[in-house]
């Protein structure tokens, strides 16, 4: 059974750093694109940011651009996301997902992890 679990979430003040992780187990992923996206309290999910299977290429929301990292480590089956200088306005619900390519779109997904929560502080 395929299991996405997402740590390194928590609150931290505007400005601060946090790097979230996502474990996959179940099988390996390491061919596959990895993703994450959020969700806000009221809001719809959207998508923060993506990496190809092999590191080589990524894509961002452009408000986190310059601020957010994707990065994998295929031989532990893991996807990471540092964020820095983060604002209030990043508070949020994350998600990892696996996908089938470089996708803003929820539908490009096909396994989703729990979620860990990023509140920051004003």
């Known amino acids: 059974q395929v299991q996405l679990v997402e740590s390194g979430g928590g609150l931290v003040q505007a400005g601060g750093s946090l790097r979230l992780s996502c474990a996959a187990s179940?099988?390996?992923?390491?061919?596959?694109?990895k993703g994450w996206f959020r969700q806000a309290p009221g809001k719809e999910r959207e998508f923060v940011a993506a990496?190809?299977?092999?590191?080589?290429?990524?894509d961002y929301l452009d408000s986190v651009k310059g601020r957010f990292t994707i990065s994998r480590d295929n031989a532990k089956n893991t996807v990471y996301l540092q964020m820095i200088s983060l604002k209030p306005e990043d508070t949020a619900v994350y998600y990892c997902?696996?996908?089938?390519?470089?996708?803003?779109?929820?539908?490009?997904?096909?396994?989703w992890g729990q979620g860990t929560q990023v509140t920051v502080s004003s």
């Open positions: 997902a696996i996908g089938r390519g470089i996708s803003a779109t929820r539908g490009e997904y096909d396994y």
């Open positions: 990496i190809n299977w092999n590191g080589g290429t990524t």
């Open positions: 179940g099988r390996t992923f390491s061919s596959r694109s």
